[in-house]
């Protein structure tokens, strides 16, 4: 079992920043990848960002280049650093971990004001 947990949303004005961190614990030795997802009202959770194992990232094409996804192994921790935010990041954030299965945290929510 997999225990995540997310911290770091609030709510920030456009143009701003957030930095979001995911602890990881439990049976943390089966993690590969490790990823950001969202879900908007009325909306489908989407892929934000993931990370492999090795640190090789993958971003939506809707966060390139204004948001970056990172891992620290030795803390079993997943961050997302996001810049530049407007409304449209406007979201509830959730971590994922996979091993043989995948798990979620609790999310964490985003509001980004006009």
């Known amino acids: 079992q997999v225990q995540l947990v997310e911290s770091g949303g609030g709510l920030v004005q456009a143009g701003g920043s957030l930095r979001l961190s995911c602890a990881a614990s439990g049976s943390i030795f089966g993690i590969n990848n490790m990823g950001w997802y969202r879900q908007a009202p009325g909306k489908q959770r989407e892929l934000v960002a993931r990370?492999?194992?090795?640190?090789?990232?993958t971003y939506a094409d809707s966060v390139k280049g204004r948001f970056t996804i990172s891992r620290d192994n030795a803390k079993n921790t997943a961050y997302l650093q996001m810049n530049s935010l407007s409304p449209e990041d406007t979201a509830v954030y959730y971590c994922?971990?996979?091993?043989?299965?995948?798990?979620w945290g609790q999310g964490t929510q985003v509001t980004v004001s006009s």
């Open positions: 990370i492999s194992s090795g640190g090789n990232p």
């Open positions: 994922q971990a996979v091993t043989h299965r995948v798990y």
